[in-house]
């Protein structure tokens, strides 16, 4: 059995980025979704936010992407949130405090923001799929 992807759709909108992630974020694809994610992260954007929600798997080093995603829009002034945790993943965040330093959104107002920027209009990346580096 090989590791599980990480999927992704990513859209924008003016000067907001969308990024709905699914699948799971670990050690294995952890360095290469963080690349991909900051590559993205250029003016004129100025929030970014990601939709963890069909994340079935996060593990510490996805955590430290989350984390270092945070530190480096705030460097490039670009604001993360993260949108819509699961409860099994905002008690994580909860756990490792991240709750109080990195923005979410969630309810009504997180899925209206989603909404908004789910058009395939808007859409600059097809699902594509971040491997371990073997394919798998």
Not at 69 to 92: A, D, F, N, T, Y
Request: proline content about 6%; charged content about 20%.
């Amino acid at each position: 059995m090989g590791i599980p992807d990480l999927r992704y759709q990513v859209f924008r909108r003016d000067a907001q980025l969308l990024w709905q992630l699914g699948g799971e974020l670990w050690l294995s694809n952890s360095q290469m979704a963080r690349k991909t994610i900051i590559d993205t992260m250029v003016p004129p954007v100025e929030k970014v936010y990601l939709k963890i929600t069909e994340l079935s798997h996060i593990d510490s080093a996805g955590l430290g992407v989350l984390m270092n995603l945070h530190i480096e829009g705030r460097k490039r002034q670009i604001q993360l949130v993260l949108l819509s945790p699961s409860p099994k993943q905002m008690k994580m965040l909860k756990s490792f405090r991240m709750d109080s330093v990195v923005p979410i959104g969630g309810g009504i107002e997180a899925e209206q923001t989603r909404l908004q920027l789910v058009h395939p209009e808007f859409e600059i990346t097809p699902t594509i799929a971040i491997t371990n580096g073997d394919g798998v």
